[in-house]
């Protein structure tokens, strides 16, 4: 037997993203139902990016999950990049007027699941073999299993909030669906570790030896990284390696203030770049990373997702309220025109701060040449602090 559920919009994950739609949603009084493969203790215990831009802020605060970011998270008005032991400060709010908010993604997924649960949000957790029907008539569904028993969602729209590895984008046919992808033959090892920072903003240094990123996720908790190899693993890097490795490719002088310790995370993660068009068949839309990976040097992901999704709830709410469509219409051109100059930043920021295992001696050189020119220019300095600050939405 099949238990049947009606709502107008089925959201297809409950990580940030689809937890800010449903919010953003609720809040103009549509309403949805959220499902997703794992709990809510999984979903909040997922370590992830903790820099946030101007525009994400806005959308927590419209979204009215902002009040614990605003007391808890750190503003952060520029950057440096390091190279070979040289430094250049991103003045982000003397170059653009705005600035970037440290405040950690699982935060962010934690507020945005209290929010929902205390209006008695819908949701399906530990749910198998979800299957999307019938995207491109007018009354799409999606079926699953949950506690042994069948399940149907019949909707108007379902939104696939996913990931990368979710059932959404699959359900696009591969004559329709066009993906670009680009791997990179390094990855990061991250650590958290409960000693503060190194320095009061992020660091991204380029080393001889490889990448790496001074960050934090509060004044007493630190998140590092370092480039490695794309087949090494945690066992691989006891702390003592991590932290001769790390202060190695600081410099001598920002090594001096490292407080190392005992780390609490550690995970090595592989970088890609990913982008599937179009975002939308029929009446299923895709968003955050069911449809886009960025590497994480400029820190996008996030931001990147919860822009879709301002996008995106604009277009239903504008639907349900006002029996206009346009916005629904253009969400796949315009979500995809901002995709790609963000997947160019990143793209762009990974090549100029990591070693790459077949670059040549010119390439280096080419290398030490652009950071140059981005310290010696207030025009370049400018391009990546607009970037970075996030892009304005279309």
Not at 83 to 94: P, T, Y
Not at 198 to 210: F, R
Not at 274 to 281: G, I, Q, T
Request: charged share 25%.
């Amino acid at each position: 037997m099949t238990k049947t559920l009606k709502t107008q919009v089925c959201i297809v994950g409950s990580g940030p993203s689809g937890l800010l739609l449903a919010q953003l949603l609720a809040n103009a009084g549509v309403d949805s139902i959220l499902l997703d493969r794992k709990n809510r203790s999984y979903i909040e215990s997922r370590v992830r990016a903790g820099v946030l831009e101007s525009g994400t802020v806005a959308a927590l605060e419209e979204a009215g999950v902002a009040s614990r970011l605003h007391a808890e998270g750190i503003p952060h008005e520029g950057f440096d990049l390091a190279f070979d032991g040289a430094r250049h400060r991103i003045d982000l709010v003397g170059l653009t007027g705005k600035s970037v908010t440290v405040y950690g993604q699982t935060e962010v997924t934690k507020d945005l699941f209290d929010a929902r649960y205390s209006a008695g949000q819908q949701f399906c957790f530990d749910v198998e073999e979800v299957v999307l029907h019938d995207l491109k008539s007018a009354n799409p569904s999606v079926q699953f299993m949950m506690d042994g028993e069948k399940h149907n969602v019949c909707c108007d729209y379902v939104a696939g909030c996913d990931g990368y590895h979710g059932v959404s984008r699959s359900a696009i046919p591969a004559v329709v669906l066009r993906t670009f992808e680009r791997e990179y033959p390094f990855g990061w090892l991250g650590i958290l570790v409960d000693q503060p920072p190194v320095s009061d903003e992020l660091i991204y240094a380029n080393h001889e030896h490889g990448f790496a990123l001074a960050s934090m996720r509060s004044e007493t908790r630190s998140r590092y990284y370092v480039q490695c190899d794309i087949n090494d693993k945690v066992s691989d890097w006891p702390d003592e390696r991590f932290w001769q490795e790390f202060a190695l490719r600081l410099g001598p002088e920002t090594a001096a203030k490292l407080q190392t310790g005992d780390s609490f995370e550690k995970s090595v993660a592989p970088l890609r770049s990913f982008v599937a068009e179009p975002m939308r068949y029929g009446n299923l839309f895709l968003a955050g990373d069911a449809a886009h990976i960025v590497p994480p040097t400029g820190a996008k992901g996030l931001n990147l997702a919860v822009a879709d999704i301002r996008l995106l709830s604009r277009g239903l709410i504008e639907h349900y309220n006002a029996g206009k469509d346009d916005y629904l219409d253009n969400y796949s051109s315009s979500v995809l025109n901002r995709v790609w100059k963000v997947e160019r930043f990143s793209w762009q920021l990974s090549k100029l701060m990591h070693q790459f295992p077949d670059n040549s001696p010119f390439e280096k050189r080419m290398q030490r040449a652009e950071f140059d020119y981005i310290a010696s220019s207030e025009a370049a300095s400018k391009t990546i602090a607009e970037n970075y600050v996030g892009l304005p939405l279309e």
